[in-house]
Every structure is written in C-alpha cells, then in structure tokens.
Nanobody, 123 residues
C-alpha cells in the first residue's frame, strides 16, 4: 500500500519561502509520477507541479512557474516542493499525490494521496 506523508507547511510572510516534503513508502516508485496539488478554502483542488520518478521530468502550473521547484531524492523516497517569493494566493492545503501513469494536471489521474499540510502566506 502506497503511503504519502507531507510535512513542512506553516506560516510565512509574502515574499518568503517554504519547502514541503512528501515521504513516499510502500512501493518501488520507478514507474510513478508524483505531484503536488493545493486546495484553498471554497475552491477546487488545483495542480501545482509534477515530477516523474524515473526521468525527473517536471511540469508546473502557470501560477507557480519561476517561483516553485519540484524535486526528488531517490535515496530517501522523498519529493520536495521548494516555494519561493510566496504570495497570499498561495495559501492552501497542499497535497502530495502519486500515480503509476505518467500523470498530469488532472487530480483524477492520481490514485494515492497524502493527508495534506497547511500553508498560509500573510500579506
């Protein structure tokens, strides 16, 4: 059973930085794609970034390009989301997700989800 555990959320001022971690276990993830989604109060869950485990190929939502970076540490089975120059509109619960498919920006492609970590950006 795949387990995803997020950490690293918190409160940060606008312009600040945070790094989220997603520790993955229960599988060998060579054929997986892992992604970060976020959901703000009253809004739908939205795609943030995705990385394929084997090649390290990445994709980003337009709203975070140039500010956020997704990366992975194969030895630790962990995916990271480095968030820089944060804005109040980045405030949301951030979720890690995994799929055996190539993945994409649609949440329905992902079979496994973490419990989420709260990120709050004050203005």
């Amino acid at each position: 059973q795949v387990q995803l555990v997020e950490s690293g959320g918190g409160l940060v001022h606008a312009g600040g930085s945070l790094r989220l971690s997603c520790a993955a276990s229960g599988r060998t993830f060579n054929n997986y794609a892992l992604a970060w989604f976020r959901q703000a109060p009253g809004k739908e869950r939205e795609f943030v970034a995705r990385i394929t485990w084997s090649s390290g190929s990445t994709n980003y939502a337009d709203s975070v390009k140039g500010r956020f970076t997704i990366s992975k540490d194969n030895a630790k089975n962990t995916v990271y989301l480095q968030m820089n120059n944060m804005k109040p509109e980045d405030t949301a619960v951030y979720y890690c997700a995994a799929t055996q498919q190539s993945g994409g920006s649609w949440s329905g492609l992902y079979d496994y989800w973490g419990q989420g970590t709260q990120v709050t950006v004050s203005s």
